[in-house]
């Protein structure tokens, strides 16, 4: 698998992720995705970071394997009737059930959420 076709799988992810969320947009609070962090603060948001790691090849070269990462951090505000606490998890539910449920990713949390109060 060539370099630009990792680029351009991770794009595709990338897009329906966003479209996915748009879908769902009044459900998850007016959430706005990007891939940095946007010019004005616009809460709340997911920024979707990604990156691949060629770890093995054949003995002849011809087929390198990737390793596909995507790291999601999510930003949150009380909104209306709801904590930020639970904006951010329902947010945080909604980005497991795309990667792992609809795409098999494996989820790994390695944070806890930084702009939580712990209750």
């Not at 007016?30 to 090849?57: C, D, M, R, W």
Request: aromatic residues 14%; hydrophobic residues 35%.
């Amino acid at each position: 698998m060539s370099l630009n076709l990792v680029n351009e799988l991770m794009e595709s992810y990338y897009q329906d992720f966003k479209e996915y969320c748009m879908e769902e947009r009044d459900e998850l609070f007016g959430v706005s995705v990007f891939k940095q962090e946007p010019a004005t603060i616009i809460l709340p948001h997911i920024q979707v970071h990604s990156n691949a790691t060629p770890y093995s090849e054949n003995l002849s070269k011809q087929e390198s394997k990737w390793q596909i990462n995507f790291e999601v951090e999510i930003y949150a505000q009380d909104i209306a009737r709801n904590s930020r606490h639970d904006v951010a998890k329902k947010l945080q539910e909604f980005v497991f059930d795309y990667f792992f449920d609809e795409c098999g990713f494996n989820c790994t949390y390695n944070d806890s959420i930084p702009n939580i109060d712990a209750k």
